[in-house]
């Protein structure tokens, strides 16, 4: 029998915990996370420069800037590649598909911030960094993360949608439900007592039940 040997457990960053710090260099000089206070941070990472899954997300990322800007939101990529390679890649991706990546990408060639975040992942890559996205709110905090394997992009319809969900809940302060879309009806928090609960069905809601009630915004 073949003996299994066990590999180092990935350390990951926890949500509505403070996000790890970082001050790299990056495609538009040096970037730290302190230099995102007071606006929403999407840091995402991708395995390597030159090739072509990542290349469609970078892409997508960089025709969908103007609407992330839109919501005081900045993007910033990754990948364990040279500062050098980041350079020729988005000089590539402009003469080859006609795309300007606008936002900066760390270069990560020791791990550092690939460590710090849990995005190397033992069972996918040693070396690289797996398909990791995470949404980091004015305070620092990380509010979302999602993981995504090498062989398949990840949606930037979706992170824009969980983005905006995310803002509706602070500023609104109700829940949303799956698929969640603006102009939708959001959920109301569920009552913490009894006497709360008995008083639920006359609170002028949309009421299926005493813990699922949905309103419009």
């Known amino acids: 029998m073949n003996a299994i040997t066990p590999t180092q457990p990935t350390t990951l960053p926890r949500l509505n915990e403070a996000a790890p710090e ?3 260099l990056t ?28 290349t469609t997300e970078f892409m997508a990322f960089a025709r969908r800037a ?18 050098y ?3 020729a890649w988005v000089r590539s991706i402009k003469a080859s598909f006609g795309v300007d990546v606008t936002f900066p990408i760390i270069a ?21 960094a797996v398909r990791a996205t995470f949404v980091i709110d004015p305070e620092g905090v990380l509010r979302a993360m999602v993981y ?5 992009g990840r949606s930037v319809d979706e992170i824009h949608r969980l983005l ?31 006497e709360a609960a008995e008083a639920r069905m006359a609170e002028g809601y949309d009421t299926a039940d005493w813990y ?3 309103r419009a915004l």
């Open 22 to 24: 970082f001050d790299a």
């Open 27 to 54: 495609t538009h000089g040096r970037k730290s996370l302190a230099d995102y206070r007071g606006k929403w941070l999407i840091l995402f990472s991708h395995p390597a420069d030159f090739t072509p899954v990542c």
């Open 66 to 83: 103007d609407e992330f800007a839109a919501m005081n939101t900045e993007l910033l990529g990754l990948s364990i590649d040279s500062h």
């Open 85 to 87: 390679a980041h350079i």
């Open 108 to 128: 990560d060639l020791d791990m550092a911030v690939a460590r710090a975040y849990g995005m190397i992942q033992p069972g996918a890559s040693d070396t690289q």
């Open 148 to 152: 995504y394997p090498m062989t398949n």
């Open 164 to 194: 905006v969900a995310l803002q509706t809940s602070d500023t609104h302060k109700v829940a949303t439900p799956e698929n969640w879309h603006p102009g939708e009806d959001v959920i109301v928090p569920t009552p913490q007592t009894t």
């Open 212 to 214: 699922f009630s949905t």
